[in-house]
């Protein structure tokens, strides 16, 4: 099946440090990635569409400067939280789309800024 | 705006009960649902999905229904087991470029032996 890895699974980072995290396709090619956030007992929010080759669409309200995405190959999309401050710590979830419609999900990324 | 919902945040089951989690949309140009699990500081699972052609899809021990008169989608889950125990969400696939989804609220299912 799809399989979609994200590194690291855990992280805990200073208030104003930047932090990167890693979503990878592992046994297909996805031109189309996207990256969710989701606080404690609430449901997914998409955060951002990544494009690979081009800038990613970024949801209203979604500040691009402090999220940086970079979708540099079919297998490979990455999220930089820039200057994190406390209010950023969450879940960080990507997907990424095989075909037309389907989203295989990776398994996460708890980010924690103190 | 457009939006998925769900009309019972908690379910609670006997282990072997049948399970029914619904889930309404209100985006009528909507085409495309599916059906995520997601367990405790997971990413969400790919159980079942349905196109707005059907009204019915079985799976292993699930089926989702489609009612598009309504706006209503329901998933079933036979024979529960405690490893069935997760939040699961609708989602919609959004009209428009890049084939977005739109999750829904979520539902705990929480099952006892």
């Known amino acids: 099946g799809a399989v979609v890895s994200q590194h690291p699974s855990r992280v805990i980072c200073k208030s104003g440090t930047s932090v990167k995290i890693e979503c990878r396709s592992l046994?297909?090619?996805?031109?189309?990635m996207f990256w969710y956030r989701q606080f404690p007992k609430q449901s997914l929010m998409l955060m951002a569409t990544s494009n690979e080759g081009s800038k990613a669409t970024y949801e209203q309200g979604v500040e691009k400067d402090k999220f940086l995405i970079n979708h540099a190959s079919l297998t490979l999309s990455t999220l930089t939280v820039t200057s994190a401050h406390p209010e950023d710590s969450s879940f960080y979830i990507c997907?990424?789309?095989?075909?037309?419609?389907?989203?295989?999900f990776g398994p996460g990324t708890r980010l924690t800024v103190t | 705006g457009e939006s998925v919902g769900l009309h019972l945040p908690t379910l609670s089951v006997q282990e072997g009960d049948n399970s029914i989690i619904n889930c309404a949309y209100s985006n009528s140009a909507s085409d495309y649902f599916i059906w995520y699990k997601q367990e405790s500081g997971k990413g969400p699972q790919f159980i079942i999905d349905i196109r707005s052609n059907m009204d019915k899809r079985q799976g292993q021990r699930v089926t989702v229904l489609l009612n598009k008169t309504v706006k209503h989608l329901s998933l079933q889950i036979a024979a529960t087991q405690p490893g069935d125990s997760a939040v699961y969400f609708c989602?919609?696939?959004?009209?428009?470029?890049?084939?977005?989804?739109?999750f829904g609220a979520g539902t705990r299912l929480a099952v006892h032996p």
């Open positions: 997907s990424a789309r095989i075909g037309q419609d389907e989203q295989y």
């Open positions: 046994d297909f090619q996805a031109t189309t």
């Open positions: 989602a919609e696939k959004a009209p428009g470029g890049y084939n977005k989804l739109i």
